[in-house]
């Protein structure tokens, strides 16, 4: 079993940055897709992005050249860094993990961590 707790979060001003962490407890991270996702009020859950067993990394168009996933397996640790903050990005942000291959779908996805909020105002 996995746990996630994921860190990071705050406000921001448009066009901010920010580093969000998911730091991982439990069954040996080999083989699992590592994944973010958030969700504003009203939302459903959307995938930002996924990293693979083989290090294939993938964005949603609407992040795409602004926010960055990356992990460090030697502190078990998945990182997202976000660029250019905007308005729309506010939401409460997190990190996921399934075995196998990566999917954009959250129900597939078998571990989460507590969420991180991110505000970026005007």
């Known amino acids: 079993q996995v746990q996630l707790v994921e860190s990071g979060g705050g406000s921001v001003q448009a066009g901010g940055t920010l580093t969000l962490s998911c730091a991982s407890f439990?069954?040996?991270?080999?083989?699992?897709?590592m994944a973010w996702f958030r969700q504003a009020p009203g939302n459903q859950r959307e995938w930002l992005s996924s990293i693979s067993t083989t290090g294939s990394k993938n964005y949603r168009d609407s992040v795409k050249g602004r926010f960055t996933i990356s992990q460090d397996n030697a502190k078990n640790t998945l990182y997202l860094h976000m660029n250019s903050l905007k308005p729309e990005d506010t939401a409460m942000y997190y990190c996921a993990a399934r075995w196998g291959d990566c999917s954009s779908h959250s129900s597939t996805y078998n571990a989460w961590g507590q969420g991180t909020q991110v505000t970026v105002s005007s």
């Open positions: 439990g069954d040996s991270g080999i083989g699992l897709c």
